[in-house]
């Protein structure tokens, strides 16, 4: 499981720096979360295959985090998509997209299904290799973090030995969840001898525009790596607080309060040139931090 970041700024592309965007790799399936412009560019310069893409979740309707989707959703269909996407993001995204299609007369070659986002924690899909579950944060509209959860597919065969021990292939499924094997000889095959730990359960938040609270703190609770945006750094935390923002070390905060075990930043204003500070401000109260740089992927 890892995160490969699209877009690491905030509403003004600057300094080499996109609007939000990045990709969660899970199993092999590509989550797509948040598409502020030129998200479909980023895809392909960093080799992410929109075939492995059937989910996208938007966190909010500032521009920066959904004006690329509207050609990334037109591409996908002149490509020749049929295999059907889920768009997950708040309600008045879909009448945008309707009036998008109808005005160019576009009717995609592929299913589209629009999910509204709730008002407050739910469970939005529930795979069997992942599930995603959306948090509202505190901004100046509507906004959602994103909780992806890689699944445990339990215990992982080793077949060289499962042949040794004679057992049959239509028993695999119960090595995997931990059983034993008993041959018709009466012979006791030990799991542990023909299973080795398999990949194990994974938890990543992305914490979409917010000031510092702390209302979402039991949801992301004990993640294994937290995305927090970082707008500003703290000499400017008042602009931070009225444009209901974080900085750098509100983040940290944030990563230590919620026992994670690393931090990604990302979201910055386009008034910072240098990103260095971010990291110094954020590592003197949560050390396992990255700042986050674009076609970089962060192991979950």
């Known amino acids: 499981m890892r995160v490969t970041i699209l877009g690491n700024n905030s509403a003004l592309p600057a300094f080499g720096r996109h609007p939000s965007a990045q990709a969660v790799s899970v199993y092999g399936e590509l989550l797509l979360i948040d598409c502020g412009e030129g998200t479909q560019i980023q895809m392909q310069r960093y080799g992410l295959r929109w075939r492995s893409m059937h989910h996208i979740f938007i966190s909010h ?15 996908m269909s002149l490509l020749g998509r049929t295999a059907p996407l889920h768009l997950y993001a708040p309600a008045d995204l879909k009448p945008i997209l309707d009036s998008i299609l109808l005005v160019a007369d576009t009717v995609l070659s592929y299913p589209l299904y629009f999910h509204a986002l709730p008002d407050g924690v739910a469970l939005l899909a529930d795979d069997p290799s992942f599930s995603v579950t959306c948090f509202p944060v505190e901004h100046r509209i509507q906004c959602h973090g994103f909780l992806v959860e890689r699944k445990t597919r339990g215990r992982k065969l080793l077949p060289e030995k499962c042949n040794e021990y004679g057992i049959p292939a239509a028993y695999y499924e119960y090595l995997k969840k931990g059983q034993d094997y008993e041959r018709k000889d009466g012979f006791l095959v030990k799991n542990e001898w023909v299973t080795e730990d398999g990949p194990s359960a994974k938890r990543y938040a992305y914490c979409a525009d917010t000031l510092f609270t702390d209302s979402f703190l039991t949801v992301i609770q004990g993640a294994d790596t937290i995305y927090h945006e970082c707008t500003y750094l703290e000499k400017d935390a008042a602009k931070a607080l009225a444009r209901h923002h974080s ?10 309060l919620a026992n994670a075990k690393q ?14 500070p971010f990291f110094d401000e954020a590592s003197a109260i949560f050390p396992n931090v990255f700042v986050s740089i674009e076609g970089t992927s962060y192991e979950i």
């Open 61 to 75: 309707l500032h521009g920066d985090h959904y004006f690329g989707l509207p050609g990334l959703l037109n591409s």
């Open 247 to 256: 900085t750098a070390a509100q983040a940290a905060q944030i990563a230590k």
């Open 263 to 276: 931090l990604i930043l990302g979201h910055f204003s386009s008034k910072y040139k240098e990103l260095e």
